[in-house]
């Protein structure tokens, strides 16, 4: 029996309801390829997914269509998935500071109070000096 | 475009949890609670990964199918402008089966099985899409309030526990906000247009009006399972929360443009609960289990696609490598 659609095109294409199915095999739909986009000059590239592709030149046509469609994009880059290594996250206290790592870190230098009190120790020392020199002027006088 | 889990698979489902590492799993179930995501290559339980792969490939499955019966319009859309849109539609829910094959993949099915099992009639997708479009008017209806329904489904899935069907899920629903401006606009049109036009839309949703109650499945059953998935966060309201969620943006959209829902008694109750008719769950299943009007039509189209597409694969395919299934 022929599937009589109302699609025009699948009228034409003269379909049988039922027939044989080849299942597909293994790589039938290739390796996948990682997607990585930047979204203006200068930014980071982000991974936004991945595609299959035969090779790095069609996945990075693929990847275009996928995932630059409509979303802002200057710049794209495939990396075969086989290709990436990466950490587990059952191992992510290996990220965990083993001791106190403050001394590589911005917010390891707080010094501020410091130079606080060395401005306030430096005024009361200057009104001490003045204090000292009016006297001195006074019983010279 | 989808709806809820249309079939779920319940057999052993506790005999495969009592099987389960108890730390793993108290462990597994304390990352849910504290809100974190599960990545692809963390510890998780057997029947969270079936289930997963289970609903993310009908998921995938539901959006190529799903692209077929408003590709029916692409040759006579009304103007070039439709035509355009409609052309960008389809493109769009091709993507994101896409999207959702590469987030099943992470759970170690294949494409090249997800497609088979498709092929087959082994896997299911959102029964609405063994209904034909008929006129362009249902078109109209389907880009509008099957990709509303998709919408209520996706956006609350998307704070899933399951990070690469979340990430595919913000992605889509991102590009489904054009699906719906573009189906509102295209009822609109009609609705406001001549009776000529009032009726082909009135009766496209008419017709719709069944599948689009369907949409989001049958009641659930409340059990022990559905609580678990609950816990888990792979089933993120029940289809009638999803269908009232529905119910309360939609309808008074839809009364506005003065279409008729054929159903007299469809109204909220006073604590917020929409009441309807029995949408026929008996039709539900019968078309899930392939007996639809367009079930034959639907997959006879993608193995035709798949067939027709096998020598362009093999032509692209001189290529020495080891499959790996995506990272994310």
Redesign the interface.
């Known amino acids: 029996m022929k ?1 009589d ?6 009228s034409r ?1 003269d ?5 044989e ?1 080849v ?10 390829f ?1 997607v990585f986009h930047q979204t203006s000059r200068g930014g980071q590239h982000v ?6 592709a ?2 790095a030149e ?1 996945a990075i046509v693929f990847a275009k ?2 995932y630059a ?3 802002k994009c200057v710049n794209l880059w495939v990396v ?3 290709a ?1 290594s ?1 950490t ?3 191992d992510s206290d290996m990220f965990e500071p083993a001791t106190d790592k403050s001394y590589r870190e911005a917010f390891g230098y707080k010094n501020k109070h410091i130079i606080q009190k060395f401005i306030a120790d430096q005024n009361s020392q200057n009104l001490q000096n003045s204090q000292n020199s009016a006297t001195t002027v006074n019983s010279g006088g | 475009m989808y709806g809820a889990l249309t079939v779920t698979d319940f057999d052993n489902f506790g005999k495969e949890l009592k099987d389960e590492d108890p730390e793993k799993l108290a462990e597994f179930e304390a990352k849910i609670a504290r809100g974190e995501k599960i990545e692809p290559m963390d510890w998780m339980p057997y029947m969270y990964r079936k289930q997963l792969i289970r609903m993310i490939e009908q998921h995938a499955h539901s959006e190529i199918i799903g692209a077929l019966p408003e590709g029916t319009w692409i040759t006579r859309a009304p103007g070039f402008r439709r035509k355009l849109a409609l052309m960008a539609k389809v493109q769009d829910e091709s993507g994101h089966c896409q999207l959702l094959y590469s987030a099943a993949e992470t759970l170690g099915k294949s494409r090249e099985d997800m497609i088979n099992d498709l092929i087959s009639g082994k896997s299911k997708y959102s029964n609405v899409f063994n209904y034909p479009a008929v006129t362009w008017a249902d078109t109209a209806v389907i880009a509008w309030l099957i990709d509303a329904g998709a919408i209520v489904n996706q956006t609350i899935n998307a704070k899933g526990s399951y990070g690469p069907y979340c990430r595919a899920l913000e992605r889509i629903c991102y590009e489904e906000s054009f699906h719906l401006k573009y189906g509102h606009d295209s009822v609109v049109h009609l609705a406001t247009g001549t009776p000529t036009q009032r009726k082909m839309v009135q009766e496209a949703f008419n017709r719709w009006w069944k599948p689009i109650m369907h949409f989001h499945g049958p009641p659930d059953k409340a059990s022990q399972h559905t609580e678990v998935l609950v816990r888990w966060k792979v089933k993120m309201a029940t289809n009638d929360e999803m269908r009232n969620i529905f119910l309360d943006t939609y309808v008074p959209k839809i009364k506005e443009l003065g279409l008729v829902i054929p159903d007299e008694k469809l109204h909220k109750n006073v604590d917020g609960i929409w009441e309807f008719s029995d949408p026929d769950w008996n039709e539900f299943y019968e078309v899930i289990n392939g007996n639809g009007p367009c079930n034959a039509e639907r997959l006879a189209v993608r193995r035709m696609a798949e067939e027709n597409g096998r020598w362009v694969r093999e032509a692209l395919g001189v290529y020495s490598g080891a499959y790996v299934a995506p990272l994310s």
Do not use: C, F
């Not at chain 1, 379909?15 to 027939?19: G, H, I, K, R, T």
């Not at chain 1, 299942?23 to 996948?32: I, R, V």
């Open positions: 599937l659609s109302l699609d025009p095109r699948i294409s379909l049988p309801a039922e027939s199915y299942p597909k095999a293994g790589l039938d739909q290739w390796e996948t990682e991974h936004v997914g991945s595609v299959h035969p090779n069609l269509e996928q469609r409509r979303m075969r998935t086989s990436i990466a587990s996250y059952d």
